[in-house]
């Protein structure tokens, strides 16, 4: 009986908040304990304002924030380099997430990428360590809406991808979606001792 509850949520779970799969890396015999600060450094992919690029780092940072590690937000981020007149592309990549640590004086950085096709939102966040360049922490999450019990994708909607506008930032439905799967891909981060 508990087996065809259990089955029955999960499918029922799946129709309604639609399908969601993913992956994750951690580097073996990493002691994250050591990590006092952690730059959020790039923001890239498919968000079409630098609003909807500061929530989503905004949504990281509270997640990092819950697992115990101390985030550099990216206003700070911002800030800093900015002071420092050091520039660094949003689409650079890891060599621009590491040049952003190195100036920062930061052990390890955040890298984050958000990609749409159609009704698909697939966001990965790599966590870089600055000195050696290796990769400490990654993984990536994807959500396709579901309509019905056939599995049918929802028709597509102006509001339902995380593409901006050129408005503010990202509509409720953008903001709650895109706050989902980045819970789920911090969990996947090893806990600090508090």
Partial sequence: ???????????????????????????????????DRIAIATVAGDLETEQARNQIADFFATELEDRGYTPMSRAEVDGELKSRRVAISEEGGIRAAIRAGLALDVPAVLAVDVRILGEEITIAAKMIDVETGGILWMAEEQQSPRQGPAGIFNPPAKTDNLRGSGGPGLSAEKVERARKLIRKICKTLPAKKR
């Fill in 1 to 35: 009986m508990r087996i065809i509850m259990a089955a029955a949520f999960s499918v029922t779970a799946t129709l309604i908040g639609g399908c969601a799969s993913g992956e994750s890396y951690v580097k073996a015999g990493f002691d994250f304990e050591k990590l």
